[in-house]
T-cell receptor, first 120, second 113 residues
Framework: DTEVTQTPKHLVMGMTNKKSLKCEQH?????MYWYKQKAKKPPELMFV???????INESVPSRFSPECPNSSLLNLHLHALQPEDSALYLC???????????????????FGPGTRLTVL | GIQVEQSPPDLILQEGANSTLRCNFS?????LQWFHQNPWGQLINLFY???GTKQNGRLSATTVATERYSLLYISSSQTTDSGVYFC???????????????FGKGTLLTVNP
């Protein structure tokens, strides 16, 4: 099973709302990612969790708050967003590759279907 | 950081035609992936191919790591092949994965019936 699921598919929120995006994978991957994608652009990395700990925060504004409750789940909490935050939010997961690992291990990332967010 | 350039930026085909998409990258890489993003936004894994050649049905890919490029071939194209094709690369650091896939800007493919 190479499936990453995301809910909701679509979300419309006002600038004063609080909402959460959810992501789940059951591939045993220990790295999980949040990306933001604007129209006609490639995905941009926001956060990376490895072994349920935040490894990378790409200088994302604090109105985006990630959470990794366990190895299968990843949340993105949203608060006081701006209209320019409207975008497709993608979750991804991968194994964790180390140089001591077997050659068959690699960092192939698998993406969920995304949440299309509109901020009014 | 690594630069990734994809060409062409846009491609329009008639159904049944063949095409070649190119990805050039500026440094040696440990991970190279080709994705297809469908009109609904889903990024679908096509190939993990840091080197060598792979085939999957009408699609095949070749990466020549020493010359820093990868090619994606689509044969007998169908309307369902329409969408954006992204190449993404990663260069590992001394400890292992740095988790950062660098994406090209993509090739927008339109296949007309």
């Amino acid at each position: 099973d190479t499936e990453v699921t995301q809910t909701p598919k679509h979300l419309v929120m006002g600038m004063t709302n609080k909402k959460s995006l959810k992501c789940e994978q059951h591939m045993g991957h220990r790295a999980m990612y949040w990306y933001k994608q604007k129209a006609k652009k490639p995905p941009e990395l926001m956060f990376v969790y490895s072994y349920e700990k935040l490894s990378i925060n790409e200088s994302v504004p604090s109105r985006f708050s990630p959470e990794c409750p366990n190895s299968s789940l990843l949340n993105l909490h949203l608060h006081a967003l701006q209209p320019e935050d409207s975008a497709l939010y993608l979750c991804a997961s991968s194994q964790i590759w180390t140089r001591s690992a077997l050659p068959s291990s690699y960092n192939e990332q698998f993406f969920g279907p995304g949440t299309r967010l509109t901020v009014l | 950081g690594i630069q990734v350039e994809q060409s062409p930026p846009d491609l329009i085909l008639q159904e049944g035609a063949n095409s070649t998409l190119r990805c050039n990258f500026s440094d040696s890489v440990n991970n190279l992936q080709w994705f297809h993003q469908n009109p609904w936004g889903q990024l679908i894994n096509l190939f993990y191919i840091p080197s060598g050649t792979k085939q999957n049905g009408r699609l095949s890919a070749t990466t020549v790591a020493t010359e820093r490029y990868s090619l994606l071939y689509i044969s007998s194209s169908q309307t369902t092949d329409s969408g954006v094709y992204f190449c993404a690369v990663e260069r590992l650091n001394s400890g292992g994965s740095n988790y950062k896939l660098t994406f090209g800007k993509g090739t927008l493919l339109t296949v007309n019936p």
